[in-house]
T-cell receptor, first 114, second 107 residues
Framework: DTGVSQNPRHKITKRGQNVTFRCDPI?????LYWYRQTLGQGPEFLTY????????KSRLLSDRFSAERPKGSFSTLEIQRTEQGDSAMYLC????????????FGPGTRLTVL | KNEVEQSPQNLTAQEGEFITINCSYS?????LHWLQQHPGGGIVSLFM???GKKKHGRLIATINIQEKHSSLHITASHPRDSAVYIC?????????FGTGTRLQVFP
């Protein structure tokens, strides 16, 4: 069990550029979640997948954000035309089961948009 | 008003003190989680509660479903307990998080 991994751990980009983050969940975990955390705040839900199906997207997820989990394993989160307000820690979590099962978090990707 | 409120926002303590962090929520939940976040971002799940009380080492978590309130207690606090403690509730299939309580324990 290698845990949930995220890459890159840090990303600095200029406003207007596109960025893509990757999350590798714990193998055999069916559920995969993306959260965003800004400084001094708790994480906020962005979206989640059951296998390859994206089941819910938050209103926080504007048209510039897209997430995929093409084969039901790893997931990518892409932000197009980044804005300074996108600067945050992007957290990924996975769980084996639906519902109230424990979610295991990755270390996060810290995005800084200059 | 946030759906999950935590108090206090910041807490300092001397090593050995008994610590209580409170969480109140206003939405229907199927479970409540207490999470620990260390500098650098890593989040670890401490407890998941749907009723009553759970204990793990020096940590105790309680929940009162009728009052929509939970507490996290740390007995005999230690500097290594310094972290941000986050309350999160399971609402439908997603977690709703509080803003966290930053705890610093000094030797």
């Amino acid at each position: 069990d290698t845990g949930v991994s995220q890459n890159p751990r840090h990303k600095i980009t200029k406003r207007g550029q596109n960025v893509t983050f990757r999350c590798d969940p714990i193998s055999e975990h069916n559920r995969l979640y993306w959260y965003r955390q800004t400084l001094g705040q708790g994480p906020e839900f962005l979206t989640y997948f059951q296998n390859e199906a994206q089941l819910e997207k938050s209103r926080l997820l504007s048209d510039r954000f897209s997430a995929e989990r093409p084969k039901g394993s790893f997931s990518t989160l892409e932000i197009q035309r980044t804005e300074q307000g996108d600067s945050a820690m992007y957290l990924c979590a996975s769980s084996l089961l639906a519902g109230t099962d424990t979610q295991y978090f990755g270390p996060g990707t810290r995005l800084t948009v200059l | 008003k946030n759906e999950v409120e935590q108090s206090p926002q910041n807490l300092t303590a001397q090593e050995g003190e008994f610590i209580t962090i409170n969480c109140s929520y206003s939405v229907g939940i199927s479970a409540l989680h207490w999470l620990q976040q260390h500098p650098g971002g890593g989040i670890v799940s401490l407890f998941m509660l749907s009723s009553g009380k759970k204990k793990h080492g020096r940590l105790i978590a309680t929940i009162n479903i009728q009052e929509k309130h939970s507490s996290l207690h740390i007995t005999a606090s230690h500097p290594r307990d310094s972290a941000v403690y986050i309350c999160a509730v399971h609402n439908t299939d997603k977690l709703i998080f509080g803003t966290g309580t930053r705890l610093q324990v000094f030797p």
